[in-house]
């Protein structure tokens, strides 16, 4: 389903596609994050035949309204602080979604699938 913003204009449309590749794109710009990760093997298989990278490893969950809710499944960077690079995460994607669509980001949640040395 995607996310809907209604403004005095009228009404304005956003793709979960689109609003995952935002998250992507903003998350992978965080130091201590080291990749994306697939939520599941069938993705991996998917994956080797698409190019959505950007999109690799982020489920958003909209519902019609203007409140979305981003889960990220990473790979962080060993000898790192988790708590202080997901906070750090959390805070640039809930950032950048609402600065440039004026979507409500209810909740970012990072799921640490790997950690590489």
Do not use: C, P, R
């Amino acid at each position: 389903m995607s996310a809907v913003l209604k403004n005095e204009y009228g009404t304005i449309t956003y793709d979960e596609g689109y609003l995952a590749t935002v998250a992507g794109l903003s998350a992978t710009e965080s130091y201590g994050l080291v990749g994306m990760n697939n939520k599941h093997i069938g993705e991996s298989i998917v994956g080797l035949f698409t190019s959505d990278s950007l999109k690799k490893g982020v489920d958003i969950k909209a519902d019609g309204s203007e409140n979305i809710v981003v889960k990220l499944y990473v790979t962080m960077k060993y000898g790192v602080s988790l708590s202080a690079v997901a906070e750090n995460i959390i805070d640039k994607v809930k950032y950048t979604i609402e600065k440039e669509t004026g979507l409500n980001v209810d909740s970012v949640d990072i799921l640490v699938q790997s950690i590489q040395v």
